[in-house]
């Protein structure tokens, strides 16, 4: 879809590609990981796991959206967007892993989390 964007862009269309699409899997593991959270027997003790995961799923699908848009666009959004990413998605992972031992689905929103954070990092890093 960025290849049809009718006038340059002021980013690397490869990294940005690559960091919206990292952000919308982790958008969706955070999401999914949060649902089976909640059928967890133990869902008691995942409070903080569900509550993590639903803020870093908001702020990845809402970063997502504005990076795919680049009429009028604002560095210093997407730039401020791009770090808040990273935090939650420290964050987020840094909680999941504590729970990857015990449940598949942490484990697997962890590895979706630094890989997001590491592609929007890739994207500050192109920007700056």
Same mark, same amino acid.
């Given at each position: 879809?960025?290849?049809?964007?009718?006038?340059?862009i002021?980013?690397?269309?490869t990294?940005?590609?690559a960091?919206i699409d990292?952000?919308?899997?982790?958008?969706e @593991? #955070?999401? +999914?990981c949060a649902?089976? %959270?909640?059928s &967890?027997?133990m869902?008691a003790?995942? !409070?903080?796991c569900?509550?993590?995961?639903?803020?870093?799923?908001?702020?990845?699908?809402?970063?997502?959206?504005?990076?795919?848009?680049?009429?009028?666009?604002?560095?210093?959004?997407s730039?401020?967007?791009?770090? @808040? #990413?990273? +935090?939650?998605?420290?964050? %987020?992972?840094d &909680?999941?892993?504590?729970?990857?031992? !015990?449940?598949?689905?942490?484990?697997?929103?962890?590895?979706?989390?630094?890989?997001c954070?590491?592609a929007?990092?890739d994207?500050?890093?192109?920007m700056?």
């Amino acid at each position: 879809m960025l290849d049809t964007y009718p006038q340059s862009i002021n980013l690397d269309r490869t990294k940005l590609a690559a960091a919206i699409d990292a952000l919308l899997q982790c958008s969706e @593991a #955070c999401t +999914a990981c949060a649902d089976a %959270c909640l059928s &967890e027997a133990m869902v008691a003790q995942l !409070t903080k796991c569900i509550r993590t995961n639903l803020d870093c799923a908001d702020i990845c699908a809402a970063t997502a959206r504005v990076l795919s848009r680049h009429t009028g666009y604002d560095a210093t959004i997407s730039r401020t967007l791009l770090q @808040a #990413c990273v +935090a939650a998605c420290t964050s %987020c992972g840094d &909680e999941r892993a504590r729970h990857a031992e !015990t449940h598949a689905h942490c484990r697997i929103c962890a590895d979706a989390c630094r890989a997001c954070a590491g592609a929007c990092q890739d994207l500050l890093a192109a920007m700056h």
